[in-house]
């Protein structure tokens, strides 16, 4: 007999996949995500790393069985290796099914070892471009070839590796192929994400970057026969096969596609609130029950309850009609994607 769940919203979704901000902080200052003066938030805002944990664990306590650390940049936040260390307890106790992280891989060649040990399976590393300088360019800081060797070392420790290229038109839209074959050759997958209206970015101009995956996909057709995958992470992502190799590529289309009915997810900031969705603004703060309360649980789990009770049906972008509309004020690098 399974188990019914325990976090289920208001649509009578299960809610068993939480994505946690550990950092607003990043050593990249990719152009779709931040500008390069960012301000970041006082460090008495952000949740310390036990606080994160409590609540990580009261959200395992009330069925959350994946759980994927985000920023920011995770691995520059100072520390965060012993919070690995410490979640990977419920991954031993059979509470937690998957922890897993998003990066920009600068860090990994440090970490991928530990992150293996601690019961990371897989990891999923943000690359849009190939080319040395287009990868300067798009991340103003970062350097390809420290990424690269990141990327290295996690398929050294044994990770199973998934890139996230983020689909930019008139940047790395020449690379498609490129990227699909070096992918193939490494045995990672792919998911190309669609330009999302997250932030203020300063001078960018997001319709600009905006490369519909509809085009990135008929461009594959062209190369590849294609057939849909059945797959579902319960998230925005579908994905197809290419036929002649069996590889698989994703697409995440926020914007154009209507994933909300099978979302089982919610996100964490940094700082402890929660968002029921990530195009909506509401969110619910946790942070608050987690300082009134050091010593008991109990008030946290019933604040994650009513937050829950919050989520909302589905969100509201919308790239049509050329203009970006739905458009959200605050940052991916907040809430984490
Ligand atoms: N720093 C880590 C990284 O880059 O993988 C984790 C955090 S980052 C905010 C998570 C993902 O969001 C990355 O794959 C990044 O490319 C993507 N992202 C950031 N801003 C975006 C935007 N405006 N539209 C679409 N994806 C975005
Ligand atoms: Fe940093 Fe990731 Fe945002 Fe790039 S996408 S600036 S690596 S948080």
Redesign the pocket.
């Known amino acids: 007999m399974t188990t019914p769940p325990k976090l289920v919203d208001p649509f009578q979704r299960a809610i068993t996949y939480l994505r946690v901000?550990v950092t607003d902080r990043?050593d990249?200052r990719?152009v779709?995500?931040m500008s390069e003066n960012m301000t970041f938030l006082p460090k008495k805002e952000l949740l310390t790393l036990e606080e994160l944990d409590r609540l990580c664990s009261a959200f395992v306590s009330q069925g959350v069985r994946k759980l994927r650390i985000?920023?920011?940049?995770?691995l520059v936040r100072r520390g965060i290796m012993g919070f690995f260390e410490n979640m990977s307890r419920h991954l031993d106790s059979g509470a937690l099914k998957e922890l897993t992280?998003?990066?920009?891989?600068s860090q990994l060649r440090k970490y991928a070892a530990d992150l293996a040990r601690f019961g990371v399976r897989r990891v999923?590393?943000?690359l849009?471009t190939l080319d040395p300088a287009k990868f300067a360019a798009i991340t103003r800081w970062g350097r390809l070839a420290q990424v690269l060797d990141g990327i290295e070392a996690a398929l050294e420790a044994g990770l199973r590796v998934k890139i996230?290229?983020?689909a930019l038109k008139g940047t790395n839209d020449d690379e498609l192929f490129d990227l699909v074959d070096w992918c193939a050759r490494k045995d990672m997958d792919l998911t190309f994400?669609?330009?999302?209206?997250?932030?203020d970015?300063g001078n960018e101009d997001?319709l600009d970057q905006y490369w519909s995956l509809n085009d990135v996909r008929a461009e594959l057709a062209s190369r590849h026969s294609l057939s849909d995958s059945a797959e579902s992470s319960g998230g925005p992502a579908r994905y197809v096969r290419l036929k002649e190799s069996g590889q698989k590529v994703g697409f995440?289309t926020p914007l154009s596609h209507n994933f909300c009915e099978s979302c089982n997810r919610v996100r964490l900031t940094c700082t402890g609130q929660l968002f029921q969705c990530l195009g909506q603004e509401g969110e619910f703060d946790l942070r608050r029950a987690l300082r009134e309360h050091p010593d008991d649980d109990a008030p946290i789990v019933e604040a994650i309850h009513k937050a829950i009770a919050l989520k909302p049906k589905g969100h509201d972008f919308d790239y049509s009609r050329q203009q970006v509309s739905g458009q959200m004020t605050r940052?991916?690098?907040h809430?984490?994607?």
């Open positions: 901000s990043c990249f990719c779709y995500c985000t920023g920011g940049e995770p992280l998003t990066t920009n891989g999923n590393i943000s849009d996230n290229s983020v994400i669609e330009v999302m209206p997250m932030g970015i997001r995440i940052h991916m690098s809430t984490g994607g």
